[in-house]
């Protein structure tokens, strides 16, 4: 695969509707020239990124495959596309929305079915009671089958669903299900519930970088770039800019360095101390500034904060 690096990312609903402000607090704004239905586009100012717009399940499948450089899907869809995701695909980031639970679920009336070792029971006596395997509704095959085989459960059979899946064992389709859910709400609604050490997975939306796909130079500095607008807006989240027009002493400096994890970004002009302080250590530092004297101290919110060091790159690079 030569020419641009291709990022793709889902093409409708409230999940492209997530991707597109997480892009865009990084000051990544995608453009989609023709429209809803074109379904290739690119970022505002940004050379050598192409955007193809695709279904989620689809995005997985295109990373796996490396039909795709980069793309943004749920981590259930990825651990369901390949049996053994790094050696075909790398995190770069996750993106901190969209979690939901792959999990195993029972009917409520199967009082005394609370752990994965209850189920086995059940399917290993299911046979002799209803001349049948335990059938097991789901849309994740890959993930019941290997999770399954971790609890030595054998006797059951998946039913692939390819509708409401919680609604399999109501309409007589199955007699337990794996399913995703956020709340639970669905499941319960349906008379059932999770079996309490059957989560599978926990799983969000997240940035995958695809092992498959043939990268070049050019493709990998796209991708470096991506991770450096991504990388410098998170960082810029979780800090705060603190001004004083007191120069903090070095003994001061070493203190807060250790205590709260400031740092001194860049040299200010004379008498002037610029500091990036974690969120959750603004005030504390704020007092110790004022007790060592300083008479003005501003905080402020920041946008990017760029450094020579980038997490999410040195994390992938030297594995593509």
């Known amino acids: 695969m030569s020419g641009p690096l291709i990022l793709a990312v889902p093409s409708k609903g409230r999940l492209q ?9 990084a ?22 990124i192409e955007i193809a717009y695709l279904a989620a399940s689809e995005i997985a499948r295109e990373i796996t495959a490396g039909k795709v450089h980069a793309g943004i899907t749920g981590e259930d869809l990825i651990h369901e596309a390949v049996a053994e995701v790094d050696t075909k695909a790398l995190t770069v980031t996750r993106l901190g929305f969209a979690h939901a639970r792959v999990v195993v679920a029972v009917p409520r009336a199967w009082i005394d079915v609370d752990t994965m070792a209850d ?12 001349g049948r395997h335990l059938r097991v509704a789901t849309k994740y095959v890959r993930l019941t089958r290997t999770f399954f085989a971790r609890h030595d459960i054998a006797d059951y059979r998946i039913v692939e669903s390819l509708g409401a899946t919680e609604g399999a064992p109501a309409a007589g389709a199955a007699d337990a299900i794996v399913d995703i859910t956020t709340t639970g709400s669905t499941l319960a609604a349906n008379a059932l519930k999770v079996i309490g050490d059957g989560e599978i997975l926990a799983s969000q ?29 998170a960082r810029a989240r979780t800090m705060r800019e603190v001004r004083t027009d007191h120069a903090v002493p070095a003994a001061l400096m070493i203190e807060l360095e250790r205590k709260f994890g400031v740092h001194r970004p860049f040299i200010a002009a004379s008498g002037v101390s610029v500091l990036h302080v974690p969120d959750d250590a603004v ?3 704020v007092e110790r500034l004022r007790e060592a004297g300083a008479d003005t101290v501003s905080v402020s919110q920041l946008d990017y904060v760029f450094t020579s060091n980038n997490p999410l790159w040195q994390a992938i690079s030297g594995r593509l």
Do not use: K
Not at 35 to 41: F, L, N, P
Not at 207 to 233: I, K, M, P, V, Y
């Open 17 to 25: 509707q997530a991707v597109m402000d997480f892009f865009n607090r």
């Open 27 to 48: 000051g990544l704004r995608f453009e989609r020239p023709g429209g809803e239905r074109d379904y290739r586009g690119h970022i505002r100012g940004v050379d050598g």
């Open 119 to 130: 189920l086995d029971e059940v399917a290993s006596s299911f046979r002799a009671r209803h």
């Open 205 to 233: 939306a997240a940035l995958f970088a695809s092992r498959a796909a043939a990268w070049t130079d050019d493709t990998r500095r796209a991708l470096r770039l991506l991770c450096d607008r991504l990388a410098a807006e």
């Open 283 to 285: 005030f504390a530092v």
